[in-house]
């Protein structure tokens, strides 16, 4: 056997280990996160019980903090506050599989039908403790929670980026793009195509005045390229700015292209400054077949196109996408997010401003 080949065949039997070690702990992390999320749950168990059945008030938190500090004083995470989240967290979701028979036994809280099918075990166990805080707090609303829960899970959201979703309400954005998927992609492949499409998409890292152009959009979106990637979602690799395509001698330029890892598939992306133009489809249109043409491997899917406009008329999309034949969709952007009605009633007016600045200087 050669030299080359024995190389060959330990570099495989290195990377096959290391594969093996990084799974293993993988799950070592996940088991160790699992079981700390059931003593949580146990203990917050244990408190609720003995509030119900013992009229114990709030005053056992801070005792149960102090002396668990005094006798446990290796273990973290049983602060006055995160016992109260524990505490929290029984009461979010109080029929779990994994109910030890003695707790089953103890609680007499009525059964939340919705959230024991909403919220099994495995899923609130695949979640770092962190996470489970903040959508407690933020998300109050159960299959809006669950949406957030799974999409954590499936993109590994850090708790600082779920966050960032939760405020641009991601669950109200994602999948609603105009398209023409059903029609012209096969099932569950239009569906997964979909979901990776958001409308609106929130440019909110840019800072670009009233009357910019499309370059000035694009060359901005370029500079923030992982906000961009992280707002687009998870699986677009970028693949080139006004990517250069060549038909019989003729130049043509992509603003961007992107490939999309999950869904095995490159999307051109075309950026509009102002409303959505019917011909703007056809345009894309031609876009896709190229790239298919040019660019697309014999393994690739077929190439979609997104058209991001400032405002996208969904009936005039619908009916530009109507008789295309290649897969677009049709999104709005947006630069800033307007502010929520309760904060907006609740700042000054400019005459309120006025008025305590002629106090302050009288």
């Known amino acids: 056997m050669s030299d080359s080949i024995q190389h060959a065949s330990y570099r495989q039997v290195l990377a096959d280990i290391k594969q093996r070690v990084r799974h293993a702990q993988t799950r070592a992390v996940m088991a160790v996160n699992a079981e700390l999320i059931r003593l949580y749950w146990e203990v917050g168990a ?47 979701y109080p029929h779990l599989e994994f109910v030890p028979q003695s707790v089953a036994q103890m609680t007499s809280s009525p059964e939340v039908p919705q959230a024991v ?16 805080a903040e959508l407690m707090a933020k998300v109050k609303d159960l299959p809006t929670r669950r949406w957030y829960m799974q999409a954590a899970i499936e993109h590994g959201w850090s708790r600082n980026i779920l966050l960032m979703q939760i405020a641009s309400a991601a669950h109200e954005r994602f999948g609603r793009a105009v398209t023409n998927f ?86 051109v992306i075309e950026l509009k400054r102002g409303d959505f133009k019917p011909e703007y489809a056809g345009k894309m249109n031609f876009y896709c077949s190229v790239v298919d043409d040019l660019l697309r491997h014999k393994t690739d899917e077929q190439t979609i196109g997104l058209i991001l406009c400032q405002q996208s008329d969904r009936v005039l999309a619908e009916y530009a996408l109507r008789d295309m034949t290649k897969p677009i969709g049709v999104s709005g952007f947006e630069l800033t997010r307007a502010l929520p009605q309760t904060l907006q009633s609740s700042l000054p007016s400019i005459e309120d401003i006025e008025r305590e600045l002629r106090g302050a200087e009288a």
């Open 46 to 92: 244990m408190i609720d019980t003995r509030q119900q059945q013992e009229g114990w008030g709030a005053g056992i938190i801070p005792a149960l903090a102090r002396d668990l500090h005094n006798e446990l004083p290796e273990e973290k995470g049983f602060s006055e506050r995160n016992i109260k989240r524990m505490l929290a967290f029984y009461r979010e």
């Open 117 to 132: 099918a909403l919220f099994p075990a495995d899923l609130l166990c695949a979640l770092p403790w962190g996470h489970h």
């Open 182 to 267: 059903t029609r012209l992609l096969p099932s569950p492949d239009s569906d997964l195509a979909q979901q990776a499409l958001k409308d609106p998409y929130l440019f909110d890292f840019l800072t670009l005045e009233a009357g910019f152009h499309e370059r000035e959009l694009e060359t901005g979106l370029i500079a923030h390229l992982e906000k961009f990637l992280l707002e687009l979602g998870q699986g677009f690799a970028f693949v080139g700015r006004q990517y250069h395509l060549e038909i019989g001698g003729n130049d043509f330029y992509v603003d961007l292209l992107f490939y999309h890892l999950k869904l095995r598939r490159y999307v």
